[in-house]
């Protein structure tokens, strides 16, 4: 049996007063010891820095500790930060190292598993750090504070006719979503988001603010392209390439039920091998109050609807829409589109704070993901469990569930697989399957669905996973995120928090696990 971890927290928030504990009952002194350790750190934390700080004697500490998935509310931290600067950030890791507690960074406080929000550690809340100004160079870029929440990164850059190749959902991170990687609608042209990553600034364990770029921490630059957000250090800003935002075609096909398995097997044989201008994704959903769910296949092709209509013409020769939509727009009209962002959602959209009522929707979700190799589709049998898992959860009362399928290929797959951290370039497509409830009450039957449905697509995927997806049931597992890119991972990390600073359940290890 391992000895207990002795900490320089356990003295600190111990203590010892020897005379008082000759008068007071132990565990009153414990009590008393605590409580004015705690002060102490509170105090010395404020002092250190500028942002305003939130703390267990505050009445608003539950809810500044809250995050986007209401799976995660009850956690208390010792404190959240409202970081104002790099010096803000600088200071708190370095007091956080200095006491030995846990301390995490959060932007859009979207993780899957809810690593932005902590119990009995600091929370870094980089949303004071959020401006987005276009630079000019060989490679147009913006420099983007980490702070920046995807749909601020949008509307910001769309006065100038750029954008970045981000994803559908506007309170997500632009930092969070780089970190994993970053896939959505314009990755088969642009690449992944962390491809666009010219460079960023980044405090790491020792308190260091670095420049990092292709020529300056070279390891430090690849690792944080794909490695995962929390693992190295706190970046507080981005240089991200832009691009220009050509006009788009958006189509929505709608397929009956009973065609789902069809529609699955014809889209994977059909999506991957699209010019890289088309992206498409293939979802299977439970619908409200319906008696069947959804099978629908969406996307968008960069041109007009010829355009279109000449990269659906393979698709649509194999199966049959029931409805269809196409819609041509502006680039930035399509964003919007994307993430609901429309009328009257629209100026909740461009929030960025983490209150709860500057949010669109506070659900409670799991989420899991798979991948399909370009070399190994799937076939009918595992259709049909994504058919009959989804029909399962629609029979279900209280909750909600769904597949979506994204495609891969174009300029994904045109990187090799160690370039950056993100190690999945040769897919077809990605698997992300989620289920959502409305109350505590339906948590376990809602995860028990979702097991069965991965359990039943095992011996169909490749066992390799999307880490902004991160599932805590693949603790122990860091190999499945990561491929042959674990082991320089591993290393890169022990260089820059030999100490275990970033410390959380699902951090890259120090060290290789076993087996």
């Not at 539950?62 to 995050?67: K, L, T, Y």
């Not at 749909?151 to 910001?156: F, I, S």
């Amino acid at each position: 049996m391992d000895a207990p971890r002795v900490t320089r927290r356990s003295f600190v928030l111990g203590g010892t007063a020897a005379a008082a504990a000759l008068a007071l009952p132990s565990w009153t002194t414990a009590a008393a010891n605590r409580a004015s350790g705690y002060a102490r750190l509170m105090r010395e934390l404020r002092a250190a820095t500028r942002g305003a700080v939130v703390t267990r004697q505050d009445s608003g500490l539950m809810v500044a500790a809250q995050i986007w998935n209401q799976r995660f509310d009850g956690r208390r931290p010792y404190g959240v930060l409202y970081a104002v600067d790099e010096r803000d950030v600088q200071q708190a890791v370095r007091w956080a190292a200095r006491h030995d507690i846990p301390i995490t960074a959060r932007a859009g406080g979207h993780s899957y598993q809810g690593y932005s929000t902590i119990n009995d550690g600091l929370i870094v809340d980089l949303t004071n750090m959020a401006a987005v100004v276009p630079q000019r160079g060989a490679v147009p870029y913006a420099r983007i504070g980490g702070g920046t929440a995807l749909g601020v990164a949008y509307r910001e850059l769309a006065p100038y006719g750029l954008t970045i190749p981000g994803g559908t959902c506007p309170t997500v991170s632009v930092g969070g979503l780089a970190q994993g990687g970053g896939l959505g609608w314009v990755a088969r042209r642009w690449g992944p988001l962390s491809d666009n990553v010219q460079g960023f600034r980044i405090v790491t364990a020792d308190g260091r603010l670095r420049e990092v770029n292709a020529r300056s921490e070279r390891d430090l630059f690849w690792a944080c392209r794909g490695g995962g957000g929390g693992n190295f250090g706190v970046i507080t800003s981005y240089d991200i390439r832009t691009h220009p935002t050509d006009p788009a075609t958006h189509f929505v096909l709608s397929f009956p039920w009973a065609d789902a398995p069809d529609v699955v097997l014809a889209w994977q044989e059909w999506a991957h091998r699209t010019g890289p201008e088309m992206f498409t994704l293939c979802s299977l959903v439970t619908s409200a109050g319906g008696a069947n769910p959804i099978c629908q296949v969406s996307g968008q092709v960069f041109g007009d609807q010829a355009a279109l209509n000449a990269e659906l013409a393979p698709f649509l020769a194999q199966v049959t829409p029931s409805g269809r939509s196409i819609t041509p727009a502006s680039y930035a009209s399509l964003v919007q589109y994307w993430a609901q962002c429309t009328h009257p959602a629209k100026e909740q959209c461009a929030r960025r704070s983490m209150n709860p009522n500057g949010l669109i929707t506070r659900p409670f979700m799991w989420g899991k993901s798979d991948y399909v190799r370009e070399s190994q589709p799937i076939n009918r049998a595992a259709a049909e469990v994504m058919r009959d898992q989804i029909a399962a959860r629609q029979a279900q009362s209280g909750g909600t569930g769904e597949i979506i399928m994204d495609s891969y290929g174009g300029v994904i797959n045109e990187v090799s697989p160690t370039a950056t951290a993100f190690a999945h370039r040769d897919m077809r497509f990605s698997m992300q399957y989620v289920a959502y409830w409305t109350g505590p009450d339906q948590q376990e039957q809602s995860v028990r669905w979702l097991r069965r449905f991965e359990a039943g697509l095992r011996p169909h995927v490749c066992g390799q996973k999307y880490v902004n997806y991160i599932d805590s049931d693949q603790r122990g597992r860091p190999g499945v995120y990561y491929g042959r890119n674990l082991d320089r991972l591993i290393d890169t990390r022990r260089r820059f928090d030999p100490d275990d600073v970033f410390r959380f359940r699902q951090a890259i290890p120090l060290r290789r696990p076993r087996g």
